[in-house]
């Protein structure tokens, strides 16, 4: 399993010189495990330069799997190479509404006047789905999603393939009236998607000292991020969904307190744009263009 970051800010793209280390695209990930088939999570504006190398590729088949419908995840939908393609067979899976189909509320952001080419001229025609209550199969890869803790219908996605797994948890707020390091794990909300992960992909928007402002509005702080990775026993933590008013020297300081309270054998990183996870049979590598050297390896050992 291949994993790319393409973006991994939250809330609001913030490009600028302060963010170029780290990106200011909000949140995208790729992952490839059959080479025909692509696994796109969330839809947010780093969506845009992944479509064009989708294009490049030509990749025939590619499902998009939406943690939920708020902006941040979904602005890069329209601006996505791909879904303007008629010979590209395109899946949208997302959280299931009481009220709306997924199409219809996808609708309200691809129409007039947010946008304006309305949904049912886009050539893609994409397919949509809920997603399902099991787990469920695309190509050789098992997907699994789960509803967690955020503003509005929310999931977690646990990928698994060639027994290597990644969770994706980009906007989670886990701690919200629970003391992670106290409550039965089958307590804590996103458990079951990350439970002993090779990989937890997680929200870590905040600092311990900002959070208090922030209780309820659907993210962590580093400190919690490191007690949910600590209480799922994954073995590498990402550090996800940066505040946009986070500069990269900030972040870097994040990082610090993410480690000085990590008890694990391998250290939390930062996601970065550009960041490559391969996960293989013998081992992890991460490849990161800017937080350590190109060349750098970090096995996880079995």
């Given at each position: 399993?291949?994993?790319?970051?393409?973006?991994?800010?939250?809330?609001?793209?913030?490009?600028?010189?302060?963010?170029?280390?780290?990106?200011?695209?909000?949140?995208?990930?790729?992952?490839?495990?059959?080479?025909?088939?692509?696994?796109?999570?969330d839809a947010g504006s780093g969506m845009r330069p992944l479509?064009?190398?989708?294009?490049?590729?030509?990749?025939?088949?590619?499902?998009?799997?939406?943690?939920?419908?708020?902006?941040?995840?979904?602005?890069?939908?329209?601006?996505?190479?791909?879904?303007?393609?008629?010979?590209?067979?395109?899946?949208?899976?997302?959280?299931?509404?009481?009220?709306?189909?997924?199409?219809?509320?996808?609708?309200?952001?691809?129409?007039?006047?947010?946008?304006?080419?309305?949904?049912?001229?886009?050539?893609?025609?994409?397919?949509?789905?809920?997603?399902?209550?099991?787990?469920?199969?695309?190509?050789?890869?098992?997907?699994?999603?789960?509803?967690?803790?955020?503003?509005?219908?929310?999931?977690?996605?646990?990928?698994?393939?060639?027994?290597?797994?990644?969770?994706y948890l980009p906007d989670h707020e886990p701690s919200l009236?629970?003391?992670?390091?106290?409550?039965?794990?089958?307590?804590?909300?996103?458990?079951?998607?990350?439970?002993?992960?090779?990989?937890?992909?997680?929200?870590?928007?905040?600092?311990?000292?900002?959070?208090?402002?922030?209780?309820?509005?659907?993210?962590?702080?580093?400190?919690?991020?490191?007690?949910?990775?600590?209480?799922?026993?994954?073995?590498?933590?990402?550090?996800?969904?940066?505040?946009?008013?986070?500069?990269?020297?900030?972040?870097?300081?994040?990082?610090?307190?993410?480690?000085?309270?990590?008890?694990?054998?391998?250290?939390?990183?930062?996601?970065?744009?550009?960041?490559?996870?391969?996960?293989?049979?013998?081992?992890?590598?991460?490849?990161?263009?800017?937080?350590?050297?190109?060349?750098?390896?970090?096995?996880?050992?079995?």
């Amino acid at each position: 399993m291949r994993v790319r970051v393409w973006g991994c800010r939250g809330s609001l793209p913030a490009p600028g010189p302060e963010t170029v280390r780290y990106g200011g695209n909000t949140s995208c990930v790729e992952v490839r495990v059959d080479d025909d088939v692509v696994l796109v999570l969330d839809a947010g504006s780093g969506m845009r330069p992944l479509g064009r190398s989708l294009a490049v590729d030509r990749a025939e088949v590619i499902h998009v799997l939406l943690t939920h419908l708020h902006l941040d995840h979904l602005q890069g939908l329209a601006f996505f190479l791909p879904f303007w393609s008629d010979d590209v067979e395109l899946h949208i899976w997302g959280p299931p509404s009481p009220t709306y189909g997924l199409g219809e509320r996808v609708a309200s952001y691809v129409s007039p006047p947010l946008f304006p080419v309305p949904l049912s001229d886009v050539p893609s025609r994409p397919i949509f789905h809920d997603v399902p209550d099991e787990p469920w199969m695309i190509g050789s890869t098992l997907v699994a999603g789960q509803p967690v803790v955020h503003q509005g219908p929310t999931m977690g996605f646990r990928v698994t393939a060639q027994e290597r797994t990644l969770a994706y948890l980009p906007d989670h707020e886990p701690s919200l009236g629970v003391d992670l390091r106290q409550v039965e794990p089958d307590w804590i909300s996103g458990y079951q998607i990350a439970q002993g992960a090779d990989v937890l992909l997680h929200d870590a928007q905040y600092s311990d000292d900002e959070y208090g402002d922030h209780v309820g509005w659907g993210h962590s702080s580093v400190d919690h991020a490191v007690a949910f990775a600590t209480a799922v026993q994954a073995d590498r933590l990402v550090l996800f969904h940066h505040d946009p008013a986070h500069s990269d020297p900030e972040l870097e300081l994040l990082l610090d307190e993410a480690r000085s309270s990590w008890s694990g054998s391998l250290p939390p990183v930062l996601a970065e744009e550009g960041m490559v996870l391969d996960l293989g049979p013998a081992g992890i590598t991460i490849d990161s263009p800017h937080s350590m050297p190109a060349s750098e390896a970090i096995p996880i050992p079995e």
